[in-house]
Nanobody, 125 residues
Framework: QVQLVESGGGLVQAGGSLRLSCAAS????????VGWFRQAPGEERGFVAA????????DYADSVKGRFTISRDNARNTVYLQMNSLKSEDTAVYYC??????????????????WGQGTQVTVSS
């Protein structure tokens, strides 16, 4: 079992920045591909970013490329999402995800093993 707890969400003006964190407990964190997804009101949950087990490779949704950066610290069992140049369309609940079998490339398509409870990000225009 893995427990994922997100933090760092909040209200920010358009053009601002936020840094989300996801702390993991339970099984060895370095064995999981991890990533972030988001769900806006009335929409399905969608992929945002993923990072490889060693933290050297990453994958992003086209809508956030160049603005968001995902990273992980396996020593601290934590994954981060640095969000810059935020737009109103980034408003959503952001979820941390971890999967034992997926790669950082396939995380966007597989059925995820573990989810966090979500953290709200609201960008005001």
């Amino acid at each position: 079992q893995v427990q994922l707890v997100e933090s760092g969400g909040g209200l920010v003006q358009a053009g601002g920045s936020l840094r989300l964190s996801c702390a993991a407990s339970g099984r060895a964190f370095s064995g999981f591909a991890v990533g972030w997804f988001r769900q806006a009101p009335g929409e399905e949950r969608g992929f945002v970013a993923a990072v490889s087990r060693g933290g050297t490779n990453s994958d992003y949704a086209d809508s956030v490329k160049g603005r968001f950066t995902i990273s992980r610290d396996n020593a601290r069992n934590t994954v981060y999402l640095q969000m810059n140049s935020l737009k109103s369309e980034d408003t959503a609940v952001y979820y941390c995800a971890a999967d034992l079998r997926a790669s950082f490339v396939s995380l966007r398509t597989v059925e995820i093993d573990y989810w966090g409870q979500g953290t709200q990000v609201t960008v005001s225009s």
